[in-house]
């Protein structure tokens, strides 16, 4: 079992109606807040008009438009430019992960008198940051309970996992109920970015029993409910217990004491959505499986074969080959089963890149590093096969 040192400072207001507490909660933050959300579903939901009505004694700036796979330019830097001018006590993101993370990267660049691109790359260390409060609209990301976000630069094909403890927020309020709205499409990717975020933290080469626990409750906790809240976009129970689940899914917790595992499937991911723009989750959902198969082999097939036997019930009589490759068929399955399309050119890539992804990855993302280490041939391998 490893060292670790662990901090969760995150205050989490869950259960519908969690909302009210919003006054109480930005209160000791300041007067001046800096709105942020995306394309507009929170004024369809009724929250936008709710929030500002809770808000009426703050002074309310906002910031909108901010886009799935946040970019850097424009929307970190128009946010940290307003919180300058207006010299912002508090950033309230409302909306999904791709909000709240762009959040992050603008109270860390508000705080900043630099580039804030210097921040996201480490190459300065953020002496401080803005605050930061959320309402969450959707599941998926688990950056409500995380000190991470991810950027993209567009203009360099870049997106940077930027992660500092100063980007925990100080408060996220998670009301089931916004996502009741959440397409099939988001609901589909998110199962698919929270399942990754967790079977990334359970291939490692040191686990104990008891996060191993947590991971397999996990993975079968995020199928049965994504395919409850398919039949029903409504049902309270299953979308509480799904938004749950991905709020536990990245900040950590499932991890304490194992070894680090590179997560080399949002390695590579982060490539794919960086030069495509492609559906976060869907990505990983398309390279998951085929990384499973192209890393499968004496090394790893221990791990595989639990994975099949505790998460998908596969006949622990079998031999373990047999048992891990029926788990990846069932990963594969189940991604396939609940709408994500399980191919790259059906999201719009095709092989003319693929060879310059592969690059990049094995330049900037240190897979080399892995549980299962990926040189660039790997890369270009695994590619392919998704194709």
């Known amino acids: ?35 942020t959300y995306g394309g507009g579903s929170i004024k369809k939901l009724g929250l936008y008009d709710k929030v500002k009505e809770l808000l009426k004694d703050f002074e309310v700036f ?24 207006n010299k912002i006590d508090a950033i309230l993101s409302v909306g999904g992960g791709s909000v709240l993370d762009c959040s992050k990267a603008i109270a860390a660049g508000a705080c900043y008198d630099g580039e804030p691109w210097d921040l996201i790359t480490y190459k300065v260390q953020a002496k401080s940051a803005l605050p ?64 990754n975020h967790t079977i990334e933290q359970y291939f490692v080469a040191d686990a104990t029993l008891l996060n191993d626990g947590f991971c397999e409750s996990m993975l079968k906790s995020l199928m049965a409910n994504t395919r409850a809240i398919l039949a029903n976009p409504s049902d309270y129970r299953a979308r509480a217990e799904f938004m749950l689940c991905c709020t536990y899914g990245c900040n950590g917790i499932l991890a304490l004491g194992n070894s680090m595992s590179g997560w080399p499937c949002h390695g590579i991911e982060h490539a ?37 036997i505790n998460v998908f019930g596969i006949d622990p009589s079998l031999g373990k080959f047999e048992i891990a490759k029926k788990a990846i ?9 609940i709408g994500i399309p399980m191919h790259l050119k059906e999201v719009g890539i095709d092989e003319s890149r693929i060879k310059e992804m592969a690059h990049h990855i094995a330049v900037n993302e240190g897979l080399e590093n892995a549980w299962a280490p990926l040189a660039e041939n790997d890369l270009v391998e695994i590619l392919m096969e998704s194709l």
Request: with cysteine; proline share 5%.
């Open 132 to 195: 930061i409060v959320d309402i969450l609209t959707l599941a998926a990301t688990g950056s409500e309970y995380d000190c991470g976000a991810v950027i993209s630069r567009t203009e360099t094909n870049d997106k940077i996992g930027y992660m500092d403890a100063h980007l925990y927020p100080i408060c996220s309020i998670l009301d089931p109920t916004y996502t009741f709205s959440v397409s099939k499409k988001q609901t589909a990717a998110g199962c698919a970015d929270a399942m």
């Open 272 to 308: 794919l959505s960086a030069y495509y723009d492609i559906t976060h989750g869907e990505g990983l959902a398309i390279i998951t499986p085929r990384w499973m198969k192209h890393i499968l082999n004496e090394k790893t097939v221990d791990r595989f074969a639990k994975y099949g």
């Open 329 to 337: 068929d069932e990963t594969y399955k189940f991604f396939e089963s």
């Open 62 to 85: 906002e910031l909108s438009g901010i886009q799935p796979n946040p970019k850097y330019n424009p929307s970190v830097l128009e946010g940290v430019r307003l919180c300058k001018q």
């Open 1 to 35: 079992m490893q060292n670790f040192d662990y901090m969760t400072p995150t205050r989490l207001i869950f259960g519908e109606g969690a909302v009210k507490n919003l006054p109480s909660v930005m209160a000791p933050l300041g007067k001046k807040i800096l709105l």
